[in-house]
């Protein structure tokens, strides 16, 4: 006689599993990356292998240490370590990616106890402690495409750890370009009231501006990850929706002040953050009305971020903020249990129409019978008791 073997429910499995829908998220980011180092050569493809292989290790050692559940299969560490170099200057040096690598794991991910813990986006924790431990490093880019960039680093990427990266003006310099060629759109606009072309900051094809990948072949992996739905479309359209509904306000107002809302949805990572960044599954709400208002949130807080507050972009804090209101949001989001009201009471003469498929011959024909009055109804004092 065979050994019967008795498991808790799921029974019935889908074909999606954890480390499949994170391997085609690996697949639709190759064509980003590989962007990201025809734009800025080696010192980008420098950047995503010792950025992600950071992540790995440190994702290994965890696991092996017992601090977190998982196993590097499951391709999580891999979307980090990319996710966060392509949030990274090209020209970042590599020991300070490193420990934006260690970061992201061991703060964002370690610390709650591995994958589907972690409060806060991975990527973005390790890219926050960057921007907070080296502020002058981060800030500091390079134009694209750049003569050379597949025959020599840029500089300050391998600047030795705890010393003083190179400057990137005085090598621009040698290369007869403006200081000013290494700034970001963003960063020109607020600090110089310059803004760029709407159309290149959509293909990201000019080499005159530090840009990051392309917008449009952003959308369009995440259109694939859509597709075969590995990713709910609803966040990336209520962030991009939102941001530019709040950008095309406030350009309606003040057009002198403010710039057209193309400029605000295809200049910085909002692309790049909500399709990849705020879709985390673990981070994310999973109610349809959450998504929209989660991604609403973070769209306003984007455009906010980035008109009122000193900083050019606002994107990672947007995020992370969202990330942090998540439980919220799907607390106030939850589906209505039927015969309840949103407060939690019953609900009185609750009632649901049943499906014509579920009525028999005999209740389709039966008919309501009418109701009797009784007109010569007796009080309650001259009812008779029952007889005992």
Request: aromatic letters at 12%.
């Amino acid at each position: 006689m065979g050994t019967v073997e008795i498991r808790p429910a799921p029974h019935v499995r889908g074909e999606r599993t954890v480390e499949k829908i994170m391997l085609h998220v690996v697949y639709s980011l190759l064509p980003v990356c590989a962007f990201y180092v025809f734009q800025y050569g080696i010192s980008a493809l420098a950047s995503l292998l010792v950025v992600t292989g950071t992540c790995l290790l440190t994702e290994r050692w965890f696991i092996k240490t017992g601090t977190q559940s998982g196993h590097l299969g499951d391709f999580s560490a891999t979307i980090t370590g990319l996710l966060l170099a392509l949030t990274l200057p090209p020209g970042f040096p590599l020991w300070m990616g490193v420990v934006a690598g260690f970061i992201a794991i061991a703060l964002g991910k370690g610390l709650f106890g591995g994958l589907g813990f972690n409060v806060f986006n991975p990527a973005l924790v390790g890219r926050a402690f960057a921007q907070a431990a080296f502020p002058t490093a981060i800030a500091t880019y390079t134009p694209s495409f750049l003569p050379g960039r597949f025959a020599e680093f840029i500089p300050s990427s391998l600047a030795w750890p705890l010393m003083m990266p190179a400057d990137a003006a005085l090598w621009l310099k040698e290369k007869q370009l403006d200081a000013l060629a290494g700034a970001t759109p963003l960063a020109k606009w607020k600090f110089d009231g310059v803004v760029a072309n709407a159309g290149e900051l959509l293909t990201s094809l000019y080499g005159h501006m530090a840009v990051g990948p392309s917008p449009l072949l952003i959308l369009a992996c995440g259109g694939y990850l859509a597709w075969r739905r590995y990713l709910d479309w609803r966040v990336p359209m209520a962030i991009i929706g939102g941001a530019g509904a709040i950008a095309w306000i406030l350009y309606g107002f003040n057009p002198g002040h403010y710039p057209n809302p193309f400029f605000m949805l295809f200049s910085g990572g909002l692309i790049l953050g909500a399709v990849y960044m705020a879709t985390d599954m673990a981070t994310s709400p999973v109610t349809p009305r959450g998504m929209w208002l989660y991604g609403g949130l973070i769209g306003l807080l984007t455009v906010m971020i980035r008109y009122y507050s000193g900083l050019p972009e606002g994107v990672m804090y947007a995020i992370l903020i969202g990330n942090a209101a998540t439980p919220l949001i799907e607390r106030i989001t939850q589906p209505t249990p039927f015969g309840k009201t949103l407060l939690g009471r019953p609900r009185k003469g609750a009632s649901y129409p049943l499906h014509p498929g579920y009525i028999s011959r005999e209740e389709a024909s039966a008919v309501t019978p009418k109701k009797r009055i009784l007109r010569n109804k007796p009080s309650r004092d001259e009812r008779r008791p029952p007889n005992r």
